[in-house]
């Protein structure tokens, strides 16, 4: 049976065609199985209590092979993603930074917890999330 790689992506909820795009791209790789384990918009941890999310969120991060951090510049801004991304590298779960399509310039907040970076590209995000996870 072929590998089932569960992968947790970092993004910001203000840019969440990132987050769909990024998701569509690796679900529609063919000979690449994934699981999201990340907390999309439309599935919001119903609480006001950040102790609770942080609870949640640590326990899918921690449950993930490899966490992507959309590398945005609008990542500096999200405390979120310093968290999740934080999170991650306390639970050695491996982090690839993923530049959005166009962008030159990349977030510090993710690139320096990253493992790896790479571009917007099928073939890069697969084969990173292959050989870290």
């Given at each position: 049976m072929a590998k089932i790689y569960k992968v947790f992506i970092s993004h910001s909820w203000s840019h969440v065609d990132d987050l769909n795009d990024l998701r569509n791209l690796l679900k529609l790789r063919g000979y690449f199985n994934v699981e999201f384990t990340e907390v999309p918009p439309t599935d919001s941890i119903?609480?006001?209590?950040?102790?609770?999310?942080?609870?949640?969120?640590?326990?899918?991060i921690a449950s993930s092979d490899v966490v992507l951090g959309i590398a945005g510049l609008y990542a500096s801004f999200s405390d979120w993603m310093n968290w999740e991304l934080d999170k991650a590298k306390e639970k050695n779960i491996p982090i690839i930074g993923v530049?959005?399509?166009?962008?030159?310039?990349?977030?510090?907040?993710?690139?320096?917890?990253?493992?790896?970076?790479?571009?917007w590209n099928t073939e890069s995000i697969v084969a990173a999330i292959r050989r870290n996870a």
């Open positions: 119903n609480s006001l209590n950040s102790n609770y999310i942080k609870q949640r969120l640590s326990e899918k530049i959005p399509r166009g962008h030159e310039r990349v977030s510090s907040v993710v690139s320096s917890r990253a493992d790896e970076v790479v571009r």
